[in-house]
């Protein structure tokens, strides 16, 4: 799905779903999302908001707990050799994906590799979140 026109989240009705990052930086995060991965700038800064095809991504710097969530400190991952959360990506041609975003400058981890049922790949992203790409090999 290719997005022409970027939206905002703010539904009229019933929900939509988002994805915070908390970011060391807010403009290398987006600089990265839209030149390599291509997302679509809906909101510059404070938060950072993109929309990703039929995703928005929402990037904002961490912060200390606030009244609506006590105890909850805001931060970048610790050590991004150790995983809690990812964003997958599913593609129809997992080939053609690599090579494009490889050439926008992003850097995977391996070339696709073929697990059976799928073939994936990872890159991370600035902050070390990582991104997986994956083609599924099932069929409806």
């Excluded at 930086?25 to 839209?34: E, V």
């Excluded at 997958?88 to 053609?96: L, M």
């Excluded at 975003?101 to 070339?111: A, L, S, V």
């Amino acid at each position: 799905m290719v997005v022409s026109e970027p939206t905002f989240p703010a539904p009229s009705e019933g929900m939509v779903a988002t994805m915070l990052f908390i970011v060391a930086d807010q403009d290398r995060t987006r600089d990265f999302y839209r030149d390599v991965l291509g997302a679509q700038v809906v909101l510059e800064r404070d938060p950072v908001i993109m929309q990703f095809h039929n995703t928005w991504l929402i990037f904002n710097v961490g912060g200390s707990p606030t009244e609506d969530k006590p105890g909850v400190t805001m931060t970048t991952p610790a050590d991004p050799s150790r995983v809690s959360m990812a964003l997958n990506v599913r593609v129809a041609d997992i080939a053609s994906v690599y090579d494009e975003i490889r050439r926008r400058g992003g850097e995977f981890m391996t070339p696709p590799i073929d697990r059976g049922a799928e073939i994936r790949c990872y890159l991370s992203d600035p902050d070390g979140y990582i991104i997986e790409f994956g083609q599924s090999m099932r069929r409806p």
